[in-house]
């Protein structure tokens, strides 16, 4: 029994070797600063979460190369730039507008604009005066509905 709890006991202590993130800065804006791009730069493995949110491998090395290039003394952007360089813009959560972001937020609205217009194009076609018939193919109805008459009474008389 003291066996099994003392390998318990070891199970759980691990735990204290987790790795945490501890930086020392030179000053409080500067520990601001650090917070700040952490919570704008996104986790690429992650997709919605802030590199300060995620425990992925990669999230911690961007928080450590935030930690090297601030200690380096680079600017808040230099340091986006940086990292938009070499992880791409979804890194940010606010890219850039490009030709590539303007396709895919006004192509949908092009396409539902498309779309309605062929609608109603086909539909104004489909919408066609009534047009007389000639006296020639009223003769030729009237024709066809007394034969279908009398067609239809001579059945009927045949139904017991």
Not at 2 to 21: C, E, P, Q
Not at 132 to 145: D, I, N
Request: positive net charge; charged residues 20%.
């Amino acid at each position: 029994m003291k066996l099994l709890s003392l390998m318990f006991g070891l199970m759980l202590s691990w735990s204290v070797f987790a790795a945490i993130d501890t930086y020392t800065f030179k000053s409080e804006a500067q520990e601001q600063q650090y917070r700040e791009l952490t919570e704008q730069l996104r986790c690429p493995k992650c997709q919605n979460n802030s590199i300060a949110d995620s425990n992925a491998i990669i999230a911690a090395d961007m928080r450590g190369k935030v930690y090297e290039l601030q200690q380096q003394g680079n600017s808040k952007q230099q340091i986006i730039d940086y990292m938009v360089a070499r992880y791409g813009n979804f890194v940010t959560y606010e890219p850039p507008v490009t030709a590539a972001t303007i396709i895919l937020w006004v192509g949908p609205a092009l396409f539902v604009l498309i779309g309605a217009t062929v609608v109603v194009l086909r539909a104004r076609r489909r919408v066609e005066k009534d047009v007389p018939l000639s006296e020639q193919e009223q003769q030729r109805l009237q024709k066809l509905l007394t034969e279908h008459s009398t067609q239809s009474e001579q059945t009927d008389r045949k139904k017991p």
